[in-house]
């Protein structure tokens, strides 16, 4: 009987020892828990503003790429030489404009969804190849005037355009940060 003692000691002793354990083990993945919370919260507030920046960034380069805000761009900066600019000219300026504002955002994508980044892609790619397409659709004789109007009411006659798209889902991807 005393050994059934000794054993049931043994075991209640063992038992307690490892309730002990699991509660200070349970307590210690609630305070990694915790912390990781906190963390990730301090971080957040750290990387909103830079965040909402970004998007504020690439909602700016979709704009200044619409064919519209470039050609305005274009004839406001030097509307008596914009006369005689030739389509060539016109459509290099404004597939620089294009390449330049995107290699100035191109950083931005590391704050986006990678959805969205491809669709700021898209619509540099559709975009260019608008301006292309509606160059080559033109008279060899056509001059800027001529192709700036056939560009602006081509893309208003477009509906929905990609640019549209992109800003949509930018806007509301940009939502989920407030």
Not at 22 to 31: A, M, V, Y
Not at 33 to 40: G, S
Not at 81 to 91: I, N, R, Y
């Amino acid at each position: 009987m005393t050994n059934e003692i000794l054993i049931l000691i043994i075991a209640i002793i063992a038992a307690l020892i490892f309730g002990f354990w699991l509660i200070q083990h349970s307590q210690f993945r609630n305070e990694e828990r915790k912390r990781q919370w906190e963390l990730r919260r301090e971080s957040q507030k750290a990387t909103s503003p830079i965040r909402l920046r970004a998007y504020e960034r690439l909602a700016l380069l979709l704009e200044r790429t619409k064919p519209e805000h470039m050609l305005l761009e274009l004839q406001q900066n030097d509307p008596a030489s914009f006369a005689s600019w030739s389509v060539p000219q016109v459509q290099q300026y404004l597939l620089q404009t294009i390449r330049a504002e995107f290699d100035h955002n191109q950083s931005q994508q590391v704050y986006v969804s990678e959805e969205v980044w491809d669709m700021i892609i898209n619509v540099r790619d559709q975009t260019a190849a608008f301006i292309i397409s509606i160059a080559g659709q033109l008279p060899a004789d056509a001059n800027a005037q001529t192709y700036a109007a056939a560009l602006i009411s081509a893309y208003a006659s477009n509906g929905t355009t990609p640019t549209d798209k992109a800003l949509e889902e930018l806007k509301n991807e940009a939502k989920t940060l407030m």
